[in-house]
Every structure is written in structure tokens, then in C-alpha cells.
């Protein structure tokens, strides 16, 4: 999905930057979670101009012409646990939005906010022509007021799912004047696949936020034909299925992947036969994607545990080992 968070706030966060750059502010974490276990980051900023898109790292993490760092969560389902989003840095607020509803955008439909494409927001205001701007928060969540002085940490509101997003998540965008500055980066010119010299993160955060070019988003299985959004929402996590169907689908959600990358499949019954494979090769690279594969029979499957399994390999490795390596198990009554 094209990123158009920046539409939302136009002209509120659209200031004149001084002629020589101020000092950035550092930043922590704009979210309340453990990175890894509990979130992580979906998006980075937009590196490459034109209609491709590549992250700072080189790598595909990103969509075209995103302008901020989507801190996500696993599912939709984890809403209701109340994540926190936090100040990454000492400021004053400067705009506010809350009442929009926690709905998918492909729901409703881009119309339904258009012009208003980061939902729930706070814009916080660092000086020096700096701000930081905080998208996607759960309607009524937001604790904090116009003119208001928060800190490193303050809580601003809550994780939600408003504005133009499928996923919950708040995305997070570093300001300098009218350019979105890519908080890994800095405001030196990037070139490298790497974080720059100038990145503005406080070195304790950015030791949390190791880059991973590829990875799982989720997994689970069905007794019934498997789709993205519902595994989006937490549908898919089920340990325990009826076999009376006579059909098992595994499906999985897979962040980054590159030209050339391979995926092996498979579906193994409780006695470890397999009972379907599935090869395919990436055609063009892809921030997200999602796959499933699919065995049926016209008898009940017989009770017990089911594995299944995922390899992906890539193209540009010279050895055999994968890059992602995943299972997972699930029991048929």
C-alpha cells in the first residue's frame, strides 16, 4: 500500500528551517513496548525517488514515498492491550487530532480519509525547526493538550488503527522545516546502506533497533481458505482445529523480500508424511506479502498434530542456508 501519511497535517507542520541546521533532537523510542517480542518496525523512510522504493539500508522495508518509521504490532488483536506512544523527545505539543474511528483502511476505503491520512495524531514541536509528528493512535486515547510541555517518555496516547493503515501502529516522522528527515539517517545526504554518521536516535535506542531485511509478520492455520487481513487480525493463531473438513491451509505474512528469493512450503500430517509442498520464486521485490498453501481431501483428516514448515532462501546468498526458517504446529480433533 503507497504511503500518503505526510497529507494529513499540510500546513501545520510546514515551517521555514533556518539557513544553517540546528542541532536534532535525540531520540528514544516513540513507543512503549519491547522491540522484537512485542513490535517492530514495518516501514522505513523512502530512500529512492521515482515509483520504486528502497529503506535506508537498501533494503525493500518501505513503501513509495514514506516519510516516517511505522512502529508496528503483531495484530490487530493486541490493540486491547493498550500500548503506549510516548514523546520521543522533550517539546511542546503544537497540533492534536482525536475522534477519528480504529478501522482498516481497506474497509473503508481510501475516500473515507482522505486529507486526513495519519487519523489520530499528535505533532510535537522541538524547536529549532524541528518536530516530530505521531499517526494512527486509537480514538480517545490521546492525554495530551495544545501548548502542553512534555518530556522524553511522556505518554501522548495509544497504539490504534485510525487513518489511512491496515495494520496498528504508530508511525513516527522527524520534521525539519518542510523536509521528513529519516531519524536513522540524519540530514546528511545517505549513500550508503547503512545508519549514518548524523543518525539522531539516542545510541541506547538505536542499539535496540538492529535492521532485519527480512522477516515473519505472522503465521497460523485453517480448516478454510486463508486471507491477509484476517491474519492481520489475529484470526489465524488458533493451536486447535476440527479436521472434519478434510482441509488444512497454512498461510504466512513476510516482510522484505528480494528479486530471485525462493520459498519452500510444506504441510506434514501427524505420522510426518508431507502431504503438500510449495515452491515458488519472487518475481520483483515486495515490502510485504502474503502466501498460503493449501491440502484437501474428500474424508475427515485424522486427529493428531500437523507441522508445517518454511523455507526462503536467497538468491543473492551463496550458501545453502536459509534466510528464514520457520515452524509451526497445530492439532487437528
Not at 523512510?45 to 513509495?64: I, M
Not at 503506549?84 to 474511528?101: E, F, H
Not at 472434519?244 to 491451509?249: A, E, F, I, V
Not at 510444506?266 to 491440502?295: H, Y
Request: aromatic fraction near 8%; include cysteine.
Amino acid at each position: 500500500m503507497r504511503a500518503l501519511h505526510c497529507v494529513w497535517f499540510g500546513v501545520l507542520v510546514l515551517i521555514s528551517a533556518s539557513a544553517a541546521a540546528e542541532p536534532s533532537p535525540r531520540l528514544g523510542l516513540p513507543i512503549d513496548c519491547q522491540i522484537g517480542p512485542d513490535c517492530f518496525v514495518q516501514n522505513y523512510v523512502d530512500h529512492r525517488a521515482g515509483k520504486s522504493y528502497q529503506d535506508y539500508h537498501c533494503g525493500y522495508l518501505t513503501n513509495d514515498g514514506h516519510g516516517g518509521t511505522d512502529f508496528r504490532l503483531r495484530n490487530h488483536a493486541t490493540i486491547k492491550d493498550g500500548v503506549a506512544v510516548i514523546a520521543a523527545a522533550k517539546g511542546t505539543v503544537r497540533n492534536i487530532r482525536d475522534g477519528m474511528p480504529d478501522v482498516d483502511v481497506r474497509v473503508v476505503g481510501r475516500d473515507a480519509v482522505t486529507d486526513r491520512g495519519l487519523g489520530n495524531a499528535v505533532v510535537i514541536d522541538h524547536g529549532g525547526g524541528w518536530r516530530t509528528i505521531y499517526g494512527h493512535m486509537r480514538r480517545g486515547s490521546v492525554t495530551v493538550a495544545v501548548g502542553q510541555n512534555v518530556g522524553l517518555g511522556h505518554k501522548l496516547g495509544l497504539i490504534g488503527l485510525s487513518g489511512l493503515t491496515e495494520f496498528p501502529h504508530v508511525h513516527f516522522e522527524v520534521r525539519y522545516g518542510k523536509r521528513s528527515i529519516d531519524p536513522f539517517v540524519g540530514l546528511e545526504t545517505h549513500t550508503g546502506c547503512s545508519a549514518g554518521k548524523q543518525a539522531m536516535w539516542r545510541p541506547e535506542t538505536l542499539a535496540r533497533l538492529d535492521y532485519r531485511p527480512t522477516y515473519l509478520l505472522g503465521a497460523g492455520f485453517s480448516v478454510r481458505p486463508m486471507k491477509r487481513a484476517a491474519m492481520q487480525y489475529g484470526l489465524y493463531d488458533q493451536s486447535v482445529l476440527s479436521g472434519k473438513r478434510g482441509s488444512l491451509y497454512f498461510g504466512v505474512f513476510l516482510a522484505g523480500l528480494y528479486t530471485g528469493d525462493r520459498i519452500e512450503m510444506n504441510l506434514i500430517d501427524n505420522a510426518g508424511k508431507t502431504l503438500r509442498e510449495g515452491r515458488s520464486t519472487v518475481k520483483q521485490p515486495a515490502s510485504v506479502q502474503f502466501r498460503s498453501l493449501e491440502f484437501t481431501q474428500t474424508t475427515p483428516l485424522r486427529p493428531g498434530r500437523y507441522r508445517a514448515q518454511i523455507n526462503l532462501y536467497r538468491k543473492s546468498q551463496k550458501n545453502a542456508a536459509p534466510v528464514l526458517n520457520f515452524k509451526r504446529e497445530v492439532t487437528l480433533r
